[in-house]
């Protein structure tokens, strides 16, 4: 079974940065595609950006556009979420996801797709 483990969050200034890590432990032979949604109290779980398994494609919720940048490294069995110019609004607990994808170019960007989540990594933006 695999497992996902963000780390990263923290505490930051509007404007500061935070880079955000997903580790996946177990068998990962599996192609995966790989995400980052998140969820602000009292709010719906919102996607913000999707990988490929290839690495070669990404998406953006419109939100983060410009601001953040996902990236993985297969090898390492790593995803990464660089968050630049943070807001107040992108305050929330920010969850790593991973779904089975049979071409290595697909990315989901609906929750419903991705069938591993971790237990999420909070984020808190001051103003």
């Known amino acids: 079974q695999v497992q996902l483990v963000e780390s990263g969050g923290g505490l930051v200034q509007a404007g500061g940065s935070l880079r955000l890590f997903c580790g996946a432990s177990g068998p990962t032979h599996t192609t995966y595609a790989m995400a980052w949604f998140r969820q602000a109290p009292g709010k719906e779980r919102e996607f913000v950006a999707a990988v490929s398994t290839s690495g070669k494609n990404t998406d953006y919720d419109d939100s983060v556009k410009g601001r953040f940048t996902i990236s993985r490294d297969s090898a390492k069995n790593a995803m990464f979420l660089q968050m630049n110019r943070l807001k107040p609004e992108d305050t929330a607990n920010y969850y790593c996801?991973?779904?089975?994808?049979?071409?290595?170019?697909?990315?989901?960007?609906?929750?419903?797709?991705?069938?591993?989540w971790g237990q999420g990594t909070q984020v808190t933006v001051s103003s």
């Open positions: 996801a991973a779904g089975s994808a049979r071409s290595s170019l697909t990315v989901f960007l609906v929750a419903t797709a991705y069938e591993l």
